[in-house]
């Protein structure tokens, strides 16, 4: 079985060609981070605009390297939800377009549940129930996965999520866009002891996360010693902000996994690939006895594959949509488009 799998939902244009749920025949993947980089942030608009330029040649591309034909696809999926507005509505106006015009089934997908769908395609061997951390620009909780069809979503972040802070403390701290990357590398060659930032909801059975206190207490650190003439070691800094953020995602995930049963742990979305949590959530499922699952670092950020993986185990259970489907910014998790008229 052959799906043909588009993912527009920020600043990433990719389609992807997918076998059987699992293999990977084609992930063309076109980012937008040098031309949004100048702005220090993704600007909507332009996103959308790049999307629209680039969302036809990716999606010949992906058919070419995978050696497929449209009419050689058994169902179209794509991504409807959650992200923005304008870059969404491309993929799926894509995606029905093609759906209509070579009279395939279309499948509408939610993003977050296709950054867990990413370790299916890493590891073969997993198979659900298992417990997954989705940590990324603009979402951070944790999913019960208790079948390939269905989550329990057992919290999330109030407010900022770990990625956004991530980019906001990079940014005031001079460095470019991305700024998750930065603070990662620059983390390794500081004193992750020099500075103390508080944590929020560390409460047990708290599942929820909130990460603007933590932003407000490191821009109130840098901005008192700059009204003091005081310099700042930037790598102490990069390495107690990552610290303490690294710390609250274990510790609730290890929390989560113990009050759930879960012995089976994932991690997904674009922050799995920072070092400094992979490192730490690994180091925890050993001393816990749990098997600890973690994306390729080309499957942690939005991917098409990812999509084409969900897509397939939503087209085994028949959950279709129509061409009605259409964009859903504010996309929960575990809503199936198949049941959206």
Do not use: W
């Amino acid at each position: 079985m052959y799906t043909l799998a588009l993912e527009t939902s920020c600043d990433e244009t990719s389609a992807a060609v997918i076998r059987d749920g699992r293999h990977i025949c084609s992930n063309i993947i076109s980012t937008q981070v040098p031309i949004h980089r100048k702005f220090g942030g993704v600007v909507p608009e332009i996103a959308s605009r790049q999307h629209i330029e680039y969302v036809l040649p990716i999606i010949r591309e992906a058919l070419t390297v995978a050696g497929c034909e449209l009419e050689d696809m058994d169902h179209i999926g794509v991504t409807y939800g959650p992200g923005l507005v304008g870059a969404l509505l491309v993929g799926v106006a894509a995606a029905k377009a093609i759906s209509f015009a070579v009279n395939k089934p279309l499948v509408g997908v939610n993003h977050m549940e296709g950054h867990i769908f990413a370790n299916f395609l890493s590891h073969p061997e997993l198979e659900p129930p298992f417990l997954c951390l989705v940590v990324s620009g603009g979402h951070t909780q944790l999913v019960q996965v208790q079948d390939y069809n269905a989550f329990v979503l057992l919290g999330q972040t109030r407010d900022d999520a770990a990625g956004e802070a991530f980019d906001k403390i990079a940014r005031v701290m001079g460095y470019p866009y991305p700024g998750g990357p930065q603070i990662d590398s620059l983390a390794k060659q500081g004193n992750a002891e020099a500075i103390v930032f508080p944590k929020a909801l560390h409460e047990k059975h708290n599942f929820e996360f909130s990460f603007s206190g933590l932003k407000s207490a490191v821009l109130n650190y840098l901005h008192t010693l700059e009204q003091r003439g005081q310099t700042y070691v930037a790598a102490d800094v990069a390495a107690c902000f990552q610290k303490t953020v690294v710390e609250t995602l274990v510790e609730k995930t290890m929390d989560a996994a113990q009050y759930s049963g879960a012995v089976k742990i994932a991690v997904a979305g674009g922050v799995s690939a920072n070092s400094g949590l992979a490192a730490a959530m690994e180091r925890a499922c050993m001393e816990k006895g749990y098997t600890f699952y973690r994306p390729q670092p080309v499957l942690c950020t939005d991917n098409g594959a990812m999509i084409g993986c969900r897509a397939y185990y939503m087209a085994r259970a028949g959950l279709f949509s129509d061409l009605t489907l259409n964009a859903k910014p504010n996309l929960a998790i575990a809503s199936a488009a198949g049941n959206e008229t």
